[in-house]
């Protein structure tokens, strides 16, 4: 089982701010990874896919980056719908499919 | 437009089975891989099941491989997962989610279903 590192746990910035968020795998992934939002009480939404396309309807602050074992979502200057969290997924040598534990994006 | 929803969920008493349903509308449900994801109180998400476009090919989880059964009707354009032998470590707010052809990410995802197993 491939096991996804997301790091940090928690990320305090303010609006307006470069947030980046890393994920880590314990194997090759290749460029098979997703990145997720998910708001409270809502269901996920796909931001990056492949590790660096954006998903319809993405705005062009989400970017996704890396290959192989490591990974980095950047959101560039923060707008306050992007306070959330955030988690990765990989979709190679499944089953199974897994998730990272998720960062916390919150307001400081 | 693509929607996803789930029912089904609900109390249920340990050792005790439940079907969640998942509708689809606005897409040719035929076409697309679809799974079931959950999602613990505070917790992160879990993938526990897939099953490809023609039922040819299904996966779990170990944690609920033997307990769980996904399924789908092609003609309902529906999505199922029976549940037995719920435990506590069941209790989780259920997702449905289509994957995308050829690869296992999820570009859709229904509202999700609670299921909370507890005498």
């Known amino acids: 089982e491939i096991v996804l590192t997301q790091s940090p746990a928690t990320l305090s910035l303010s609006p307006g701010e470069r947030a980046t968020l890393s994920c880590w795998a314990s194997q090759s992934v290749s460029r098979y990874l997703a990145w997720y939002q998910q708001k409270p009480d809502q269901a996920p939404r796909l931001l990056i896919y492949d590790a660096s396309n954006r998903a319809t309807g993405i705005p062009a602050r989400f970017s996704g980056s890396g290959s192989g074992t490591d990974f980095t979502l950047t959101i560039n200057s923060l707008e306050p719908e992007d306070f959330a969290v955030y988690y990765c997924?990989?979709?190679?040598?499944?089953?199974?499919?897994?998730f990272g534990q998720g960062t916390r994006l919150e307001i400081k | 437009e693509v929607q996803l929803v789930e029912s089904g969920g609900g109390l249920v008493q340990p050792g005790g089975p439940l079907r969640l349903s998942c509708a689809v509308f606005?897409?040719?449900?035929?076409?697309?891989?679809m799974n079931w994801v959950r999602q613990a109180p505070g917790k992160g998400l879990q993938w526990i099941s897939y099953i490809s476009k023609n039922s040819g090919k299904i996966y779990y989880a170990d944690s609920v491989k033997g307990r769980f059964t996904i399924s789908r009707d092609n003609a309902k354009n529906s999505l199922y997962l029976q549940m037995n032998s719920l435990g506590a470590e069941d209790t989780a707010v259920y997702y449905c989610?289509?994957?995308?052809?050829?690869?296992?990410?999820?570009?859709?995802w229904g509202q999700g279903t609670p299921v909370t197993v507890s005498s």
């Open positions: 989610a289509r994957n995308m052809a050829g690869q296992v990410y999820f570009d859709y």
């Open positions: 606005g897409f040719t449900f035929s076409n697309y891989g």
């Open positions: 997924q990989h979709y190679t040598n499944w089953p199974p499919i897994t």
